[in-house]
């Protein structure tokens, strides 16, 4: 066998004269070259052949890179898939645990509200009771200071009274040196009959010729046992002036103590009387000498053996 070397673009050529390979390799190829068969094989360099087995690793590893991004990528999914499945269970769970005890909480304060409602109805004798209690102690109370204020306008009376005893006719009292009487409630007289009574006990109608007079004669009616806001009696009139008011003595008034607007003369009202009142400088109204009134009495007193 005759070898050939033919370098030809890169190429290596064998030249075979043997013709017992022509069939069995296919990679080789034949020609006639002076009635001789020429087999020529194509051979690849070597740095080819490991390029391309390079370039087919490569491809190969970044398949794998890609089918391993997408296995853990795939991986991830099922795993946040997971845990999201695990997460819904858990609150869903939790849900059920808080549903249920709100449940036994609502029971419970149902319970509680029913227990007050028990407790409220029973409570309303007890309060009813107590409104009772505190209503009779309220008018205990002012029962009692009634009681105290008229205790204390007794012993402020009792001096008057046993001095009254030594020096003035029994239902008289004595104040500021003279005897008072003070006609009761429910004893009324016109003025001219009042007058008649007071003459009758050795007196005369009271006259209220100064302010300490009128001060005490006023303080006597509003601390009276039996105060009334009917008016009394007293010795002033203009029956013989109309509008000139003078004292049962003659004496012309000085100072009066009138109610604002009085006197007005309505109806030919030419007698006075006296009102209780917490302003004494206002205590006066002339009335109808006719109409009917307590009346109070003034004399001097005298020993009583």
């Known amino acids: 066998m005759e070898r050939r070397g033919n370098f030809d673009s890169g190429f290596n050529t064998l030249i075979c004269e043997d013709d017992e390979h022509d069939e069995q390799n296919p990679q080789y190829s034949h020609s ?34 890609i089918v391993d991004i997408s296995l853990g990528a795939h991986y991830n999914n099922l795993k946040d898939t997971n845990l999201a499945v695990n997460d819904t269970e858990r609150i869903s769970n939790n849900l059920t645990q808080l549903q249920e005890t709100y449940k036994v909480a609502t029971e419970t304060m149902n319970g509680f509200k029913k227990q007050l409602e028990k407790e409220k109805i029973s409570q309303k004798p007890t309060n009813w009771e107590f409104k009772h209690q505190t209503r009779r102690s309220t008018d205990y109370k002012a029962l009692l200071d009634k009681l105290t204020k008229d205790s204390a306008a007794l012993r402020s009376h009792l001096p008057k009274i046993d001095a009254g005893c030594r020096h003035c006719q029994p239902g ?48 006597h009616l509003v601390d009276s046992l039996n105060p009334t806001t009917r008016g009394f009696w007293f010795g002033l009139s203009d029956n013989n ?9 003659g004496t012309t008034l000085v100072e009066g103590y009138w109610r604002d607007g009085e006197p007005n003369d309505v109806g030919n009202e030419d007698c006075a009387a006296v009102y209780p009142g917490e302003n004494f400088f206002q205590a006066w109204n002339d009335v109808g000498c006719q109409a009917q009134m307590n009346w109070i009495c003034e004399k001097a007193p005298t020993s009583i053996g």
């Open 172 to 219: 008289w009292i004595l104040m500021n040196s003279v005897c008072y009487y003070f006609s009761m409630k429910g004893m009324v007289k016109s003025w001219q009959k009042s007058r008649d009574f007071c003459q009758m006990y050795g007196g005369d109608l009271l006259v209220i010729d100064s302010k300490d007079k009128e001060n005490t004669t006023v303080t």
């Open 241 to 249: 002036d109309e509008g000139t008011w003078k004292w049962l003595n």
């Open 32 to 65: 006639n070259q002076g009635g001789k068969k020429v087999f020529t094989y194509i051979m690849t360099p070597w740095r080819q052949r490991d390029r391309l087995v390079a370039a087919s690793l490569a491809l190969l590893a970044v398949f794998l890179l």
